[in-house]
């Protein structure tokens, strides 16, 4: 029902900045919470982010916190991350995915999810 593509992703040096964007195909993406994550060669998804489906609340990882910034606009079809401050720990493929709860971090509770877009940080 819902296909979404990644982009945004570069190499950026550490302390720089990268709006990485979500957009989807399909009206009921409106109806869902997205989440951003994230994985890294060796490692397992980890969750960054997650806002819900009319915006008005979002969830973080610490790692995110006070750096990333999470938004949407519906009437744009996409979800935003917003990154500052980047640290070359934040080097990863970024993907984004559909859930029914802005609360889950689980990625087993989400659908729909993207190709991903790559960020790499360099020190």
């Known amino acids: 029902q819902v296909q979404l593509a990644e982009s945004g992703g570069g190499l950026v040096q550490a302390g720089g900045s990268l709006r990485l964007s979500c957009v989807a195909s399909?009206?009921?993406?409106?109806?869902?919470?997205v989440g951003w994550f994230r994985r890294s060669p060796g490692k397992e998804r980890e969750f960054v982010s997650a806002?819900?489906?009319?915006?008005?609340?979002?969830n973080y990882a610490d790692s995110a916190k006070g750096r990333f910034t999470i938004s949407r606009d519906n009437a744009k079809y996409t979800v935003y991350l917003q990154m500052n401050s980047l640290k070359p720990e934040d080097t990863a493929l970024y993907y984004c995915?559909?859930?029914?709860?802005?609360?889950?971090?689980?990625?087993?509770?989400?659908?729909?999810w993207g190709q991903g877009t790559q960020v790499t940080v360099s020190p």
């Open positions: 995915g559909c859930s029914g709860s802005y609360t889950y971090r689980d990625p087993e509770y989400y659908n729909y």
């Open positions: 399909g009206r009921t993406f409106r109806s869902y919470a």
């Open positions: 806002i819900n489906w009319n915006g008005s609340n979002t």
